[in-house]
């Protein structure tokens, strides 16, 4: 469940979100891991209604989404204390408050000093934000009538990738983060959704939507072949 997977900075632990029946009633996500080292499965949270988890480069936190009541949060979770049982709500340190605000695939950047997330507004605004790791707003990417989603980090940091259907389509755009420059990395057909760059920045891979369905795609990532995105028009 949930909608993004991510690697510790070792690239041996995969973490994800998978739902469990709880008290027989429901389904509740919560968070796991899967160590490729030991070969086993790994789980976190038990009853958080937890999803979207991402660690920090230094592997000591790890930061995910909680829902409740259809309201949405943004919590960490201290990975360097090491507990041999699944965190509960006691364990978390909450971010955000619960609000009318919908979080989605917050991820830290190469340097753990922001995290970038998608947010969706009242209002109907479905943008890209940025926190620092105590929660607080350092600045929206966007904030517009597109659906921004799935943030990204190239590894030096330098840019933030996303999917929009800015231009009635949706692409894979780069946002620059010295200039606060928009670029066009993608010009399909169908859909770009979930940008992945590689560790040396030189493929990018992304989830491309067909008359098959989704696929996974590869392309080689060259900035000097990005164009500037057309300033957004509200249709």
Same mark, same amino acid.
């Given at each position: 469940?949930?909608?993004?997977?991510?690697?510790?900075?070792?690239?041996?632990?995969?973490?994800?979100?998978?739902?469990?029946?709880?008290?027989? %009633?429901?389904?509740?996500?919560?968070?796991?891991?899967?160590?490729?080292?030991?070969?086993?499965?790994?789980?976190?949270?038990?009853?958080?209604?937890?999803?979207?988890?991402?660690?920090?480069?230094?592997?000591?936190?790890?930061?995910?989404?909680?829902?409740?009541?259809?309201?949405?949060?943004?919590?960490?979770?201290?990975?360097?204390?090491?507990?041999?049982?699944?965190?509960?709500?006691?364990?978390?340190?909450?971010?955000?408050?619960?609000?009318?605000?919908?979080?989605?695939?917050?991820?830290?950047?190469?340097?753990?000093?922001?995290?970038?997330?998608?947010?969706?507004?009242?209002?109907?605004?479905?943008?890209?934000?940025?926190?620092?790791?105590?929660?607080?707003?350092?600045?929206?990417?966007?904030?517009?009538?597109?659906?921004?989603?799935?943030?990204?980090?190239?590894?030096? =940091?330098?840019?933030?990738?996303?999917?929009?259907?800015?231009?009635?389509?949706?692409?894979?755009?780069?946002?620059?983060?010295?200039?606060?420059?928009?670029?066009?990395?993608?010009?399909?057909?169908?859909?770009?959704?979930?940008?992945?760059?590689?560790?040396?920045?030189?493929?990018?891979?992304?989830?491309?939507?067909?008359?098959? =369905?989704?696929?996974?795609? %590869?392309?080689?990532?060259?900035?000097?072949?990005?164009?500037?995105?057309?300033?957004?028009?509200?249709?």
């Amino acid at each position: 469940a949930g909608t993004s997977l991510a690697w510790d900075g070792e690239g041996t632990k995969l973490y994800y979100t998978k739902i469990e029946i709880t008290r027989n %009633t429901g389904y509740y996500n919560d968070l796991y891991y899967y160590d490729l080292i030991k070969e086993r499965v790994v789980r976190l949270t038990k009853g958080l209604r937890a999803r979207d988890p991402h660690p920090s480069p230094d592997g000591t936190k790890l930061v995910f989404v909680m829902n409740r009541m259809g309201m949405t949060r943004l919590a960490m979770l201290d990975l360097a204390k090491g507990s041999s049982k699944p965190a509960s709500e006691k364990d978390i340190i909450p971010l955000t408050p619960w609000g009318t605000e919908q979080y989605e695939t917050p991820c830290f950047s190469p340097d753990g000093s922001r995290i970038a997330v998608g947010i969706w507004q009242p209002g109907g605004y479905r943008d890209i934000r940025l926190l620092d790791p105590s929660g607080s707003v350092l600045e929206d990417i966007t904030h517009d009538r597109a659906i921004d989603v799935g943030p990204a980090w190239s590894r030096d =940091g330098k840019y933030l990738y996303f999917s929009s259907d800015r231009s009635g389509i949706f692409n894979i755009y780069a946002y620059e983060r010295d200039t606060k420059k928009f670029f066009q990395v993608t010009n399909v057909l169908g859909g770009a959704f979930s940008p992945s760059p590689s560790a040396d920045g030189q493929t990018l891979a992304f989830a491309s939507y067909s008359s098959r =369905g989704y696929d996974v795609h %590869t392309m080689t990532n060259d900035p000097t072949a990005w164009r500037p995105a057309e300033p957004y028009t509200d249709r």
